[in-house]
């Protein structure tokens, strides 16, 4: 039986850990308010925390919540920044202990794993196998039971302290009840079950995978499946054999439901390899081919137009747009996508006006300097020759009216 581990209260609440929760909490949002006023008296602010932590007095504070619907709608929390001090003490502490225990192809929100690294693993069984199980979780967040969690994760722990703070962790956010009547009871023995989690938070991201670990060990221990791989509550299951894939997706769907899951119903598929699998984004073909999702080519572009609206009039800097749009040609770097990422980037509206002289994109650099238009400075982008690459020139602004 794993070792259940001991004494980590004490490493959680010390001022080390705690002032390097903070800095990693603070990290790109110092210009925020909430923020910036606790870094200007940081100390105070983890010495405070590190008391309520000890004397028991903790509790966290309201949560803002607002929508997003990109690429479809979800709730998101945001913690206080005091309580994000406390959420990333807990999982700098317990995030080496539970990573031990966890498969090697589960890959989000893990040291050394992620998105690309699940995609070229995905890549690899493609070309591999003949056949692909895929499927997702319906709800996921939302329909985590806080008892079978909380089960899970004093498997692990033994600290008493510590499952108090996970504890007020958890009850800060309920998105449902569900009320159970034993077997044995009476009409009046009802059991109610707190179910989701907050999506936004680091401990729910670090939750989740711990929720889903017993069905990792389910598929590749009593199943045996090599081909396994997942990222949060979308994974993959590969084989030769169709019937007996076919057969072990079952098993998996009633496995899932043990758990107080459900897969959804629309995204339990399964298909050849031959005629590409779509994963965190990409879709993989066994040719080695890997081309972006339609969908987020499609979110990117009305993304990007509005920011370059923003952009033009004011709203927004040109160097925030610099930042955003690298990220997103790293990314799809990441598939064949040259072409596609010159026909995106071939018409820019910036500053107000557009050159007709079909220059367009051309390059590797982010341009916006006119001088930089010939061809002896097309690695120039601006008098201090200061490097803005986001892997295309934009060759056709003009920082003045048109003629």
């Known amino acids: 039986m794993p070792k259940r581990h001991k004494h980590l209260f004490e490493q959680v609440v010390s001022l080390e850990n705690l002032f390097a929760a903070a800095h990693k909490a603070m990290r790109g949002k110092r210009g925020k308010v ?22 028991g007095t903790w509790q966290p504070g309201e949560y803002f919540y607002f929508t997003i619907t990109d690429p479809k709608e979800r709730e998101v929390a945001a913690a206080p920044f005091r309580d994000r001090i406390v959420h990333h003490a807990l999982v700098r502490v317990l995030e080496p202990i539970f990573d031990r ?36 979780i319906q709800k996921y967040f939302p329909n985590i039971d806080h008892a079978l969690l909380r089960l899970q994760i004093e498997r692990a722990l033994g600290d008493r302290r510590v499952l108090e703070v996970i504890d007020r962790i958890l009850s800060s956010h309920i998105d449902s009840t ?116 339609h969908a987020n080519v499609r979110r990117f572009v009305r993304r990007f137009k509005r920011q370059a609206w923003s952009v033009r009039t004011g709203r927004m800097e040109l160097t925030d747009l610099r930042q955003r749009t690298r990220s997103w040609i790293a990314h799809a770097g990441h598939a064949q996508t040259y072409r596609l990422r010159r026909d995106i980037f071939r018409d820019i509206e910036l500053l107000g006006c557009r050159d007709t002289s079909n220059r367009g994109l051309r390059g590797g650099s ?38």
């Open 101 to 136: 225990r966890f498969i090697a192809d589960s890959y989000a929100c893990r040291p050394g794993k992620g998105t690309h690294a699940g995609l070229a693993r995905a890549q690899q069984f493609t070309k591999r196998y003949r056949y692909c199980l895929k499927c997702d």
């Open 366 to 403: 982010f341009n916006n300097n006119d001088n930089n238009l010939q061809s002896s400075n097309r690695n120039n982008n601006n008098p201090t020759n200061e490097n803005n690459n986001i892997g295309f020139r934009v060759s056709s602004l003009r920082t003045g009216p048109p003629a």
């Open 34 to 55: 909430p923020v910036a006023h606790c870094f200007a008296e940081l100390e105070k602010a983890v010495v405070g925390v590190r008391n309520d932590l000890i004397t």
């Open 178 to 293: 569900v009320q159970e009547w034993p077997d044995t009871g009476d009409l009046f023995s009802v059991i109610e079950r707190r179910r989701g989690l907050p999506i936004g938070n680091l401990t729910s991201q670090f939750f989740a995978n711990i929720y889903l670990h017993p069905l990792d060990l389910f598929v590749k221990h009593e199943l045996r499946v090599t081909g396994y791989l997942r990222y949060v509550d979308d994974f993959l299951l590969f084989g030769d054999d169709r019937s007996l894939l076919k057969a072990q997706g079952q098993r998996v769907r009633d496995y899932v439901q043990s758990l107080r899951l459900r897969i959804h119903p629309d995204k339990f598929r399964l298909t050849a390899t031959e005629h590409g699998i779509d994963f965190v984004g990409f879709v993989l073909s066994p040719d080695g081919r890997i081309r972006l999702r």
